[in-house]
């Protein structure tokens, strides 16, 4: 339908204009024609030297925004309490209900969190990416290794091929996030768990959380090969997180289990971009041609409390890794930290960069620097252990879309919307 209607357009501009038809219709057909929406294949995106860019070599620097509590709940961000994690709300909610009731009260919210509508206000506000985190629970239902299957007896990847197509119709480039690795990669609660950083263990149990992240891995990498809407796989989000370590074990740990899943990304999908996470200093990562890792990104996060200290850490990290792209891959202007501040940084050091985030729940966030879009004041908060399955499916439904009861912040008119252009 929407090629036929191109067409139609296409060809009212001909006679109009008197172009020729043939001219125009080579164009409308190099998208029309496209799988990948507003996207061909020459918007694949690789690396060139410290510069992302695509297959014609123009450069993009990828401004988004984390699509943050979707896939995975973080409590401070979503509308639920009486649980610490998304790992202790499935914990909760199956003992009460059972699996299946549980995943359709997850499915239930994410339905609603995150919608088409939200796509286009992140269109239409001229990012040009957005940051998915997700976790191993979206596509196993325990934690040995039981896989979602479709409607078609395949592992069930619908939600991120949903995510991706979207964001494809639209012209949003898409990085796919592994915020919770089988085992978890950190002792911070974001990663889904707390105090569970069991994937480094040296141990038979360890290896096979190691098992299941790779499986994982190289089935989204398969799934995705070639999609030039896919910015790039991220591994791990914030790798050795809240570990009370030394910054040499961090080095090391990194390493080990960055080139397990390099080396399985690589073996599925050869092209796309892979980046990898400096929490929380580019000395937590090698250089990459000691490793003989090509096309790949660096990424660091920073909340901290001054432009300064910030400018700095962009600078320190540039010449740690020289011949690397960067990416800040979240951020906010923490405390003393400025939105102005950040933005120059930014662009001086010629960082890529993903807000955190778009949406929020909580008290005050109506007004928070942490959100686009925040929770209007009154909100309802689902009581996991109390409220009765029709409550909680209540209030994880219609009530928490954007539209319906949520408020934009004004900090991308006011801070934001300057630095996207």
Same mark, same amino acid.
């Given at each position: 339908?929407?090629? !036929?209607?191109?067409?139609?357009?296409?060809?009212?501009?001909?006679?109009?204009?008197?172009?020729?038809?043939?001219?125009? #219709?080579?164009?409308?057909?190099?998208?029309?024609?496209?799988?990948?929406?507003?996207?061909?294949?020459?918007?694949?995106?690789?690396?060139?030297?410290?510069?992302?860019?695509?297959?014609?070599?123009?450069?993009?620097?990828?401004?988004?925004?984390?699509?943050?509590?979707?896939?995975?709940?973080?409590?401070?961000?979503?509308?639920?309490?009486?649980? /610490?994690?998304?790992?202790?709300?499935?914990?909760?909610?199956?003992?009460?209900?059972?699996?299946?009731?549980?995943?359709?009260?997850?499915?239930?919210?994410?339905?609603?969190?995150?919608?088409?509508?939200?796509?286009?206000?992140?269109?239409?506000?001229?990012?040009?990416?957005?940051?998915?985190?997700?976790?191993?629970?979206?596509?196993?239902?325990?934690?040995?290794?039981?896989?979602?299957?479709?409607?078609?007896?395949?592992?069930?990847?619908?939600?991120?091929?949903?995510?991706?197509?979207?964001?494809?119709?639209?012209?949003?480039?898409?990085?796919?996030?592994? !915020?919770?690795?089988?085992?978890?990669?950190?002792?911070?609660?974001?990663?889904?768990?707390?105090?569970?950083?069991?994937?480094?263990?040296?141990?038979?149990?360890?290896?096979?959380?190691?098992?299941?992240?790779?499986?994982?891995?190289?089935?989204?990498?398969?799934?995705?090969?070639? !999609?030039?809407?896919?910015?790039?796989?991220?591994?791990?989000?914030?790798?050795?997180?809240?570990?009370?370590?030394?910054?040499?074990?961090?080095?090391?740990?990194?390493?080990?289990?960055?080139?397990?899943?390099?080396? #399985?990304?690589?073996?599925?999908?050869?092209?796309?971009?892979?980046?990898?996470?400096?929490?929380?200093?580019?000395?937590?990562?090698?250089?990459?041609?000691?490793?003989?890792? /090509?096309?790949?990104?660096?990424?660091?996060?920073?909340?901290?409390?001054?432009?300064?200290?910030?400018?700095?850490?962009?600078?320190?990290?540039?010449?740690?890794?020289?011949?690397?792209?960067?990416?800040?891959?979240?951020?906010?202007?923490?405390?003393? /930290? /400025?939105?102005?501040?950040?933005?120059?940084?930014?662009?001086?050091?010629?960082?890529?960069?993903?807000?955190?985030?778009?949406?929020?729940?909580?008290?005050?966030?109506?007004?928070?620097?942490?959100?686009?879009?925040?929770?209007?004041?009154?909100?309802?908060?689902?009581?996991?252990?109390?409220?009765?399955?029709?409550?909680? #499916?209540?209030?994880?439904?219609?009530?928490?879309?954007?539209?319906?009861?949520?408020?934009?912040?004004?900090?991308?008119?006011?801070?934001?919307?300057?630095?996207?252009?």
């Amino acid at each position: 339908m929407k090629k !036929h209607f191109r067409q139609m357009l296409s060809l009212l501009l001909c006679v109009v204009m008197g172009i020729p038809f043939s001219l125009l #219709a080579v164009a409308a057909d190099a998208t029309a024609d496209s799988p990948y929406g507003a996207f061909t294949e020459d918007d694949f995106l690789i690396t060139k030297g410290t510069k992302i860019v695509n297959r014609k070599g123009e450069e993009i620097v990828l401004k988004g925004v984390n699509i943050g509590s979707w896939m995975i709940w973080e409590d401070w961000l979503s509308p639920y309490e009486q649980a /610490t994690d998304h790992y202790n709300a499935f914990e909760v909610l199956t003992e009460r209900f059972g699996v299946e009731k549980t995943y359709d009260l997850m499915n239930t919210y994410m339905d609603n969190w995150f919608t088409e509508y939200d796509i286009d206000q992140i269109a239409k506000m001229g990012f040009n990416c957005v940051r998915v985190p997700f976790w191993y629970r979206n596509f196993y239902y325990d934690d040995i290794g039981t896989k979602i299957l479709d409607e078609n007896g395949e592992w069930d990847f619908s939600r991120l091929e949903w995510v991706v197509s979207e964001c494809a119709e639209r012209g949003l480039y898409v990085i796919l996030d592994m !915020h919770g690795a089988p085992g978890f990669q950190s002792d911070a609660p974001h990663n889904g768990k707390g105090g569970s950083c069991g994937l480094y263990e040296q141990t038979e149990e360890g290896e096979f959380y190691r098992g299941l992240t790779v499986e994982l891995w190289t089935a989204i990498a398969e799934r995705f090969k070639g !999609h030039p809407a896919v910015a790039m796989y991220d591994l791990l989000n914030e790798p050795m997180c809240d570990v009370p370590t030394n910054e040499i074990d961090r080095r090391v740990k990194n390493e080990f289990i960055y080139t397990i899943l390099y080396d #399985a990304v690589r073996a599925a999908d050869p092209d796309h971009i892979i980046t990898m996470e400096c929490i929380w200093t580019g000395f937590a990562l090698p250089q990459t041609w000691l490793k003989g890792w /090509t096309n790949v990104v660096y990424q660091v996060h920073f909340y901290n409390n001054s432009d300064f200290i910030f400018a700095l850490f962009l600078l320190l990290q540039k010449i740690l890794h020289p011949n690397v792209p960067m990416l800040m891959g979240e951020f906010y202007p923490h405390q003393k /930290t /400025t939105w102005e501040g950040c933005f120059r940084s930014m662009k001086l050091f010629n960082y890529s960069w993903m807000l955190w985030t778009y949406k929020a729940a909580g008290h005050m966030m109506w007004e928070s620097d942490w959100c686009l879009y925040g929770s209007r004041d009154g909100f309802e908060r689902a009581k996991l252990e109390t409220d009765s399955y029709e409550e909680i #499916a209540r209030k994880l439904g219609s009530c928490i879309r954007t539209e319906n009861g949520y408020v934009d912040t004004g900090h991308y008119e006011r801070d934001v919307a300057a630095w996207i252009g």
